[in-house]
T-cell receptor, first 111, second 111 residues
Framework: SQQGEEDPQALSIQEGENATMNCSYKTSINNLQWYRQNSGRGLVHLILIRSNEREKHSGRLRVTLDTSKKSSSLLITASRAADTASYFCATTPPNNNDMRFGAGTRLTVKP | GAGVSQTPSNKVTEKGKYVELRCDPISGHTALYWYRQSLGQGPEFLIYFQGTGAADDSGLPNDRFFAVRPEGSVSTLKIQRTERGDSAVYLC?????????FGPGTRLTVL
């Protein structure tokens, strides 16, 4: 079963704009991760945020985590056409290493 | 190796046949995971190995699915009496500490 739900399901923006994707989950977590998938294969790890962290940055990526609301957001600043992909959040529960993914947000960045 | 590899990249089989999908994890990674991804969905957890043993196989959909990792490195996912509903991309990932690194997947088509 899937744990997270991404919102929106699809997002279309112009190059240079910022893209924000949200993820909500249902149960307690040890950490939350964001992945990118370009062609229906090969997920690429973007960033991991632990349950005791509230914000992390990596290049043009900014991730926030609100455990009280069971939600996370991924912000991509100054988007590029190459950022076009599906983005998934995945949560890991406290007592094991199983990862549960949401259904993803399909981001399209128009040049 | 440099990354997680999976073979074959594509597999077409007939309903009722037996298939084996192989995963070579990153050298030294003790944890190995199998996921299944249907079109338009996020990866669905199947099974997780820590070393040679299956730490959690709760995601296997039924007893037609089985996975092994006899020497704690390469893993094989085995599907008996395949059904059309088994058609999906089967993803493998490995990790040591922290994020999981994914292979390119095997696209299984059951005719």
């Amino acid at each position: 079963s899937q744990q997270g739900e991404e919102d929106p399901q699809a997002l279309s923006i112009q190059e240079g704009e910022n893209a924000t994707m949200n993820c909500s989950y249902k149960t307690s977590i040890n950490n939350l991760q964001w992945y990118r998938q370009n062609s229906g294969r090969g997920l690429v790890h973007l960033i991991l945020i632990r349950s005791n962290e509230r914000e992390k940055h990596s290049g043009r990526l900014r991730v926030t985590l609100d455990t009280s609301k069971k939600s996370s957001s991924l912000l991509i600043t100054a988007s590029r056409a190459a950022d076009t992909a599906s983005y998934f959040c995945a949560t890991t529960p406290p007592n094991n290493n199983d990862m549960r993914f949401g259904a993803g947000t399909r981001l399209t960045v128009k040049p | 190796g440099a990354g997680v590899s999976q073979t074959p990249s594509n597999k077409v089989t007939e309903k009722g046949k037996y298939v084996e999908l192989r995963c070579d994890p990153i050298s030294g990674h003790t944890a190995l995971y199998w996921y299944r991804q249907s079109l338009g969905q996020g990866p669905e957890f199947l099974i997780y190995f820590q070393g040679t043993g299956a730490a959690d196989d709760s995601g296997l959909p039924n007893d037609r699915f089985f996975a092994v990792r006899p020497e704690g490195s390469v893993s094989t996912l085995k599907i008996q009496r395949t059904e059309r509903g088994d058609s999906a991309v089967y993803l493998c990932a490995s990790s040591q500490v922290g994020p999981q690194f994914f292979g390119p997947g095997t696209r299984l088509t059951v005719l």
